[in-house]
Structures are given as structure tokens and as C-alpha cells.
């Protein structure tokens, strides 16, 4: 489809395993965003690129959460060491303007 | 603290009748609006959006209005549908200096159910 896809949709860790979270993008579009939505929670933000630069990274919640998009497309966003606290859907959104348009998410659990 | 408020957790409306879910904000610094519905297990769906520069907007069912002043702003879906049982989120994102795109910041939703 011609939507955002991501995967996996769901993924389970062990606290301390690192997980990497991929996002395809709409094609064409230059501004991509990381979300986290914990449980009964609205997303929050977590970094933005425009292209390849990553131009916001001030939601990030610690240095283990690590964004890349290194061609401008695919974006991957790492956790490493997981802890219990970092469960959550993981939204990506790409934009060619100001609607933002969402993926279905990855839903994290961390044992 | 939060930036962005929808007080309802949840609504409930009958079928035909008209859905109004309300949002109110804190940061003047805002100057664009957005309404997403969210399925479970599914991402949050763009509805509608309004700019600062506009007191309301209209697509189909769904007419967002904006109140500045009060900072307020609200979605009216008439006539209510079955199909329009979701999460409501709220949205709203500030020009970002020097240009681009901005992350949003989400309200925690207001969950409808259309009754039939």
C-alpha cells in the first residue's frame, strides 16, 4: 500500500536485550517522526528528521534511545539495554507539509 | 504539565444525534490544529486540521472550530455514525523557527461510542 508501514508490529524483549524499530515512509515524503504512546496516553514526541538530518531529538527520554534515517527514507529507531519502562507503541509519521500521516505502530513489551 | 487537555475520557452519543468533542490548550505558541481517530491496533488516522488563521473548518461530516481567545477548540461530527466509535486526539504543533515541520503534541484522547 501506498501508506507507512512499520515492523514488526509487535515486539517482546528481555529487560537489558537492545530492539531495533523500522519505519517505511509515504515516498516523497522529507519529514519523518518517532512517537512513543504509552497505555491510555496521547503519542509523544520523540525526534523528527528532515531527510536524513535530524534536525529534533529533544524527546528522546535517554541516551539509550538511538534514531536513524541515514538515506532520507527508512528510518530505524534503536533501544538499547530495554528497561521495564520503555513499553509502549512505537508510532512513525511521515509528512509532506502539516498533517502528519501514522503508521499502525510497534507495540513494545519489555519482561 | 500538560500542553494540551481533552478532560473527556470518554463520550457517548446516540446514533444521528451530533458528537462534540472538545479540546482546550496552553501554548500560544500553537498555530495548527489537527484532529486524529485511532482504532485499536491501528495508528491515529488524520481527520481534519484548522490554522490559527481560521475559526473553523469543514469536511463532510466533521467541522472543527477554533476559539483563540479561550483557547479552545472543538469537533463536531454530524450525524453521528457507528462507524465513528474511536479514540479522538487532539493535536497541536507551533511553526518551528527557521522553518519545517514540527512534532505534535497530543491531547490523551476522548474515546466515543455511537449507540445505536
Known amino acids: 500500500g501506498a501508506g507507512v508501514s512499520q515492523s514488526p508490529r509487535y515486539k517482546v524483549a528481555k529487560r537489558g536485550q537492545d530492539v531495533a524499530l523500522r519505519c517505511d515512509p509515504i515516498?516523497?515524503?522529507?519529514?519523518l517522526f518517532w512517537y512513543q504512546q504509552a497505555l491510555g496516553q496521547g503519542p509523544e514526541f520523540l525526534t523528527y528528521?528532515?531527510?536524513?538530518?535530524?534536525?529534533?531529538k529533544s524527546g528522546l527520554p535517554s541516551d539509550r534511545f538511538f534514531a536513524e534515517r541515514p538515506e532520507g527514507s527508512v528510518s530505524t529507531l534503536k533501544i538499547q539495554r530495554t528497561q521495564k519502562e520503555d513499553s509502549a507503541v512505537y508510532l512513525c509519521?511521515?509528512?509532506?507539509?502539516?498533517?502528519?500521516?501514522f503508521g499502525p505502530g510497534t507495540r513494545l513489551t519489555v519482561l | 504539565d500538560q500542553q494540551v487537555k481533552q478532560n473527556s475520557p470518554s463520550l457517548s452519543v446516540q446514533e444521528g444525534r451530533i458528537s462534540i468533542l472538545n479540546c482546550d490548550y496552553t501554548?500560544?505558541?500553537?498555530?495548527?490544529f489537527l484532529w486524529y481517530k485511532k482504532y485499536p491496533a491501528e495508528g491515529p488516522t488524520f481527520l481534519i486540521s484548522?490554522?490559527?488563521?481560521?475559526d473553523k473548518n469543514e469536511d463532510g461530516r466533521f467541522t472543527v472550530f477554533l476559539n483563540k481567545s479561550a483557547k479552545h477548540l472543538s469537533l463536531h461530527i454530524v450525524p453521528s455514525q457507528p462507524g465513528d466509535s474511536a479514540v479522538y486526539f487532539c493535536?497541536?504543533?507551533?511553526?518551528?523557527?527557521?522553518?519545517?515541520?514540527?512534532?505534535?503534541?497530543f491531547g490523551k484522547g476522548t474515546h466515543l461510542i455511537i449507540q445505536p
Open positions: 509519521a511521515s509528512s509532506p507539509g502539516n498533517e502528519q500521516f
Open positions: 515516498s516523497g515524503h522529507v519529514s
Open positions: 484548522i490554522s490559527s488563521i481560521k
Open positions: 501554548n500560544s505558541m500553537f498555530d495548527y
Open positions: 493535536a497541536a504543533s507551533a511553526e518551528r523557527s527557521g522553518g519545517g515541520a514540527d512534532g505534535l503534541t
Open positions: 528528521f528532515q531527510n536524513e538530518a535530524q534536525l529534533d
